[in-house]
């Protein structure tokens, strides 16, 4: 069993940044591919990025290529996802997962792991 526990939500204005955290505790750490997922109000989950157990590979959705960026830390049993050029579209839960099952292409399937969420609020 992996647990996942995400901070670093909030409320931020159109054009600004936020980080989220991701804690994973339980089965080890290092050797799981990482990612988030988001979910906004009346939309399904969407694929955000996802990072290679050793971060040397990453991939991201086009709608956030370019302003997201996604690292890990081994060492520190987290990942992490510098979100910059917010958009008023960006905001959503967003999950942190763990451990696909396989990917399409770059697009990661069947999460094993799953946290249980943090807000992020956009202003325009």
């Known amino acids: 069993q992996v647990q996942l526990v995400e901070s670093g939500g909030g409320l931020v204005q159109a054009g600004g940044s936020l980080r989220l955290s991701c804690v994973a505790s339980?089965?080890?750490?290092?050797?799981?591919?990482m990612g988030w997922f988001r979910q906004a109000p009346g939309k399904e989950r969407e694929f955000v990025a996802t990072i290679s157990w050793s971060g040397g590979r990453s991939n991201y959705a086009d709608s956030v290529k370019g302003r997201f960026t996604i690292s890990r830390d081994n060492a520190k049993n987290t990942v992490n996802l510098q979100m910059n050029s917010l958009k008023p579209e960006d905001a959503a839960v967003y999950y942190c997962?763990?451990?696909?099952?396989?990917?399409?292409?770059?697009?990661?399937?069947?999460?094993?792991?799953w946290g249980k969420g943090t807000l992020v609020t956009v202003s325009s």
């Open positions: 339980g089965r080890t750490f290092s050797r799981n591919d």
């Open positions: 997962v763990s451990d696909p099952a396989y990917y399409t292409g770059n697009y990661p399937v069947g999460m094993r792991y």
